[in-house]
């Protein structure tokens, strides 16, 4: 296994491990935990990705870690008014 193949794996473990916790009622769908795990893990995938790319997973991911952004974005807005 390279060290690239292993980043991608690492990633995928974080963004399934956030889904898990989520339907385990460990993480809530509007909290920033979530959505920044789903941002790392998308980003290590991506990193894999430099190595040996695919452009359905590029895209996939890529828009993973941007729809994660605007969810951690949207959390921190919303901290702030209260």
Known sequence: MTTPDLIGLVGV???????????AGKLILTGYKFSIMNAVGSSLILVSLFFNFNIASFVIESAWIAISIYGILKTLRQSNEI
Do not use: D, G
């Open 13 to 23: 473990v974080i963004v399934l491990a956030a889904y898990f916790f989520l339907q």
